[in-house]
């Protein structure tokens, strides 16, 4: 079995891949621009939802009470969508799904499809594997068509394409859509996208998707989506092919009452999206005649088993972590070298890969708390962070690593108080020669990845500790006097 | 592949560290029913309010709402495709007769192909169930409400909400939905729309570009 999420185990270290994209003015504007709109109207309609922390609670209870009985869930899903008409297969990874939904498309005589945006398909490189089999791929999300025509990779798991302004969108539709004529207001653009795409949702037989929720009870699939390519793309054709990880799975049907409450106003800032799809297995006379779900695992279970990272498979996608992150607003999701960016992407990405590659990922963050206090289904994103960051040390680096060899003796001076004050002494006299006007400019050797991008005070002539004891004494004298 | 299928399970079982267990099924069970929802449920508002709410919402929207009683609504629904020039109408298959005007020819829709919905001006239909606090109106895709490509590929969806069908809540609607949970079930709220483009909302991508509401008092 081989885990690959896109393409991440090739990917440059965050700290390197961000550093271009820091010097790429046009796209910090745009990455700001969209991030800002999102937090306003998302902080907008929940300050009116006056049970959103009650809301918050249930979902991430509901969430890991499903992962505790996850097997049980997913047999219960099964049974109930295939007595409904469906099919259901399993997928132990990446390739193993791509091959799967390559294999139905061929079986169903089909050369192209439509599809849903999904990225559990860009995590599984779906569009890749399907052309290598000489099957096209036509990504229907307004986004997803921007990121496929121009060649781009997904910034951002709600609105992958937001690092792209209406003039660069443009010039992409100009050259792939031969419309040279073509204005630049979003209008026109979009309009060009729906003549473009419609004549393939009434053409195109096979339709992809990924899934929001699986329902367990009903065995029913549901879709959350604006534009209705999401609709077109589920009803027209006559066979439909559902790609989605194992964690996707929710009890009940009552359960979307909770999270069609959270999950809108979370990626879009709306009360409500414009469409929400929800289907069971195949209906007579409306939709598609031949229905399949295919259930991904891909490095997902060895997320459950880490008791204390567990609660990352809560995730619904919402991207709002990533609209609050104060490192995902400066670098864009371009960074992050996975499908998954942000806060989200720094801890799902490592993980899925067993902690193999993406170790850069959990100290693409400063902490702050910004995820965690917006994340609709309360994940605590840096308590995981700081646990993933652990394993990476525990698990990744020898003993000989010249970091791990200074946290060890670091530990050895904090054990004693004797040892740490003589530290401090040393410290004292030996920092004289790189000292600036009581500030460290450049420290030398591991130390300068400190201070090359911020500054650091330099120690005190004297401790509180020094201070405290010369008090007593000076009372003492005056005491005397 | 079934290897692959028993594979994930056990894995799954491992990493929950719970052996095969003929009892899972009854935890569970016992398990989530003692999960605790304490978010509202029930809403506060009277018919008048809720009613308000509801169409207020659908202006968020950019939805057209027109209110109207019982015994105006065919005459109502005459002058809303008169209003927008709607000539080739689709109405939705089951759609109660004494609702549509009389003096207006109507589609039907198990008579209309791909072609017609393409072309038609626009389509009528009736709904399961509508949400105020969210403004959402939901097929079911019963009777009257039409296949789920009715009301997709047309540019105009005129939907008939009567009073009684609004609820105030999103947990409200879902008590109703309950025995309707395994029909195809579409939540409408607003004409389609994107923002991919620079966050400005753009009404109409794919889906209906209007969406006309006839509240019934």
Redesign the interface.
Known sequence: MTIRVAESAQAPSFQKAALPLLEDAQLRRNVRHATDVIQLKRAQVVAETVDWQELRTTASDTKAHTLRYLDHYLLQFEKACTAAGGQVHWAADADDANRIVADLVRGYGGNEVIKIKTMTSDETGLNEALEHEGIRAHETDLAELIIQLGRDRPSHIVAPALHKNRSQVREIFRETMHLPDLGDRPEDLTAAARRYLREKFLRVKVGICGANFLVAETGSVCIVESEGNGRMCLTMPEVLISLAGIEKVIPSFQDLEVFLQLLPRSATGERMNPYNSLWTGVHANDGPKHFHVVLLDNGRTSVLADAEARQTLHCIRCAACLNACPVYRQTSGLAYGSSYSGPIGAIVTPQLLNMEHGQSLPYASSLCGACYEVCPVKIDIPEVLIHLRGRVVREQKSALDAEALAMKMAAAIFASRRRFEAAQRLGRLAQGPLVRKGWFGNLPGLLGNWTRVRDLRALPPQTFREWWKQRAKNAERSGHA | ?PD??D???E??????RRGADEN??A??AE??AA??????RAGRLDAEARLHLFID?LH??DAHVVETSADSLPRTIANVLQQHGQRKVIAADGLPHEMLPRDFEFLAEREAG?EDL?ECDGIVTVCTVA?A????IVLA?GPGEG???LS?IPDRHLCVVRAHQVVET??E??DR??PS????????????????????R?R?????RFLDVVVVR
């Open positions: 592949m692959a299928r594979a994930i399970l894995r799954i079982c491992s990493a929950t899972a099924p935890r569970a398990e989530f999960i605790a929802r304490p978010y509202l919402r968020d929207y791909i393409n949400i606090s969210t403004g959402t895709h296949a789920r490509r997709l999103v947990p609607a879902f939905l309950a949970a395994t029909h195809p079930l579409t939540f409408i709220s607003g004409p389609s729309a994107t923002a991919d483009i620079e966050m400005t753009i109409g991508v794919h889906g209906p």
